[in-house]
Each structure stands twice: as structure tokens, then as C-alpha cells.
């Protein structure tokens, strides 16, 4: 991805291979971007990379909830035929 590849080229003789810091690098620039830039920044992906970015942001948010709400199974059988 193009921004991505920016970031690194900006960042990379600051990051050290910790997630931290990358973590820090793009809460930085994202609290930097408006919406409207965010959707810019969207618009230059291939469908291959908002589907990535979307799923984890998905799994992520899932995960959360599980954690909040308890990580039991479903009360009732997940016909898996039906799952995408």
C-alpha cells in the first residue's frame, strides 16, 4: 500500500521492531487526518487491502466484545454450511 510504504520510508530510522512503536507512529498521523482524508487514503487501496484492513478491524472488534461479554460458545449449533 502506498501509504503505508511513505510511512515506512519517513519513520524507519525510528522504529526499532517494537509494536509499540508502530503503534505510536500511526495513532500520530491518524489523530492528524480528518475523515474526508481517511476516505482519500481508502480510495487509493486495491479491493485486496480494505478487505484485509476491514476483516482485522472486524476480528478486532469481535475479539473485544468476546472479552467483554465472555468468551462462552453459542447457546445454540452454528450450521458452519451458512459462514462466509
Do not use: C, W
Not at 15 to 29: F, H, K, M, P, W
Not at 61 to 82: C, F, I, M, T, W
Amino acid at each position: 500500500m502506498k501509504f503505508v510504504e511513505q510511512m515506512y520510508l519517513l519513520y524507519k530510522d525510528q522504529l526499532t521492531g517494537d509494536d509499540e512503536d508502530a503503534l505510536v507512529i500511526v495513532s500520530s498521523i491518524l489523530s492528524d487526518l480528518n475523515k474526508e482524508h481517511m476516505l482519500e487514503i481508502i480510495q487509493e487501496m486495491s479491493n485486496q487491502e480494505v478487505y484485509q484492513m476491514l476483516g482485522t478491524y472486524l476480528v478486532e472488534r469481535l475479539n473485544q466484545k468476546l472479552g467483554q461479554e465472555g468468551a462462552g460458545g453459542p447457546e445454540y449449533p452454528v450450521d458452519s454450511d451458512h459462514l462466509h
